[in-house]
């Protein structure tokens, strides 16, 4: 079954002067929250951007899908911490991703913890949307 | 221009069926939200979702993008409307995928035709780095509202 998230943003003015938010109009979980040129290329100063949205919804994907692999391995995990961490070069994009997670999951070794961290990297459907960046790094351990 | 970085991270406790994560933005801390698979495939419930954050990153991208394009053009918006919809679907054989991105746009442009700002908004896309990413293992359409 397909699934359609929706989400709206407006903007006033020219991009370097201007300034913007971004609204969840489907679930209604966040915003507005306010975007400018400044606080993406520079300090964020409390400010969201596309870049760190895209980290929030890599590592939100990537942990659910480590969650599944390790379940239906038969070693279903009490916690994983999972960060993202987008680098952006303007001119050229987004140029690479750093994923982090660190898993508390009884009875799995560090060997086995480490083939579902990547298999997941593979796997989450964010990841394959992502897949023309041209470097997904992953830094994987137990805790 | 310098490389921009910026961070978030997320906290899973649990099993993807009665589990939940709770996702912090952690280069502005602009928001800290749960989400659970509920949230994601059926019902949000007032949660959030990775399709959801993606459209925000795609819809809050595109925005700016047009109003460089726009300003360039020397017709600066005064207000621009995106709305970008993402839809996840089970690909047989692939498991779940991405398969489609949908912007609209739309906006208050004083002195902009509607040949001129669907230039923009072409302009605006082929300038996205976002679309440019979703577009390499997804479909993208714009529609516009102008």
């Known amino acids: 079954m397909a699934t359609d998230r929706t ?24 915003g507005p929250l306010p975007v400018s040129w400044a606080s993406r290329a520079e300090e964020p100063n409390g400010k969201t951007s596309p870049e760190e949205l895209i980290a929030a919804a890599h590592a939100a994907c990537y942990s659910m899908a480590l969650s599944n692999g390790l379940a239906k391995a038969g070693t279903p995990p009490e916690q994983l911490d999972t960060s993202a961490t987008v680098t952006f070069q303007p001119g050229e994009g987004i140029v690479r991703i750093a994923l982090a997670v660190r898993g508390v999951v009884p009875g799995l070794d560090a060997a086995g913890f480490a083939e579902q961290a990547e298999a997941a990297k593979i796997g989450c459907p964010v990841s394959k949307a992502l897949a023309g960046v041209p470097q997904i790094t992953l830094d994987a351990a137990l805790a | 221009m310098p490389r921009i970085v910026r961070k978030a991270d997320v906290v899973w406790e649990g099993s993807i069926a009665r589990g939940e994560g709770r996702l912090h933005a952690v280069s502005s801390g602009a928001f800290t939200l749960p989400y ?45 409307e995106v709305r970008c919809t993402i839809t ?51 479909t993208v359409t714009i529609t516009l509202a102008h």
């Open chain 1, 7 to 30: 989400v709206s943003a407006t903007w006033n003015g020219s991009l370097l002067e201007g300034s913007g938010t971004i609204h969840s109009v489907g679930s209604g979980a966040f």
């Open chain 2, 36 to 80: 659970t698979n509920a949230s994601r495939i059926a019902d949000p419930g007032g949660k959030t979702s990775p399709e959801e954050l993606l459209a925000a990153a795609h819809a809050g991208c595109f925005a700016m993008s047009l109003g460089s394009e726009l300003a360039r053009a020397g017709t600066p918006p005064e207000l621009i």
């Open chain 2, 88 to 138: 996840m679907d089970e690909v047989e054989g692939r498991g779940h995928q991405i398969v489609h991105s949908e912007i609209e746009a739309g906006g208050r442009v004083p002195d902009c035709d509607d040949a001129a700002f669907a230039q923009a908004v072409e302009a605006a896309d082929a300038g996205c780095p976002v679309s440019a990413l979703i577009r390499a293992s997804a």
